[in-house]
């Protein structure tokens, strides 16, 4: 049975959350962790923890008839959706005002057996 866990409203936009998403994607859990640790982007941290949480999902749904072996385990389907956008006024010049998007996402994991 296929381990999951999510997060939602996460304050990064989509654009930026699946350049890191595509290179997690299919690779093994140990490694993904390993790599989202040590990369350098904002989205990196919200990933890690959401597959950290899909990791614990996976050991708990883990019976004695059907142990999960982590070290096996495989970042089945990763994807980040848009979430909704806050709008928000910047002032500008001469009584203008631009509005700033603070976009959001949503984020969801599925592991597997590899």
């Given at each position: 049975?296929?381990?999951?866990?999510?997060?939602?409203?996460v304050?990064?936009?989509?654009?930026?959350?699946?350049?890191?998403?595509?290179?997690?994607?299919?690779?093994?859990?140990?490694?993904?962790?390993?790599?989202?640790?040590?990369?350098?982007?904002?989205?990196?941290?919200?990933?890690?923890?959401?597959?950290?949480?899909?990791?614990?999902?996976?050991?708990?749904?883990?019976?004695?008839?059907?142990?999960?072996?982590?070290?096996?385990?495989?970042?089945?389907?990763?994807?980040?959706?848009?979430?909704?956008?806050?709008?928000?006024?910047?002032?500008?010049?001469q009584?203008?005002?631009?509005?700033?998007r603070?976009?959001?996402?949503?984020?969801?994991?599925?592991?597997?057996?590899?």
């Amino acid at each position: 049975m296929p381990a999951k866990a999510s997060a939602k409203f996460v304050r990064i936009s989509p654009f930026k959350m699946r350049q890191v998403v595509n290179i997690v994607r299919g690779m093994n859990v140990n490694e993904a962790m390993n790599v989202l640790k040590h990369m350098n982007k904002g989205a990196a941290l919200p990933i890690y923890r959401v597959i950290k949480s899909a990791v614990a999902n996976a050991t708990d749904l883990a019976s004695e008839q059907n142990p999960v072996d982590v070290d096996r385990l495989v970042v089945a389907t990763i994807y980040a959706d848009e979430g909704p956008t806050m709008k928000r006024i910047r002032a500008r010049a001469q009584g203008r005002a631009y509005r700033v998007r603070k976009r959001t996402s949503h984020l969801f994991v599925e592991l597997g057996q590899k």
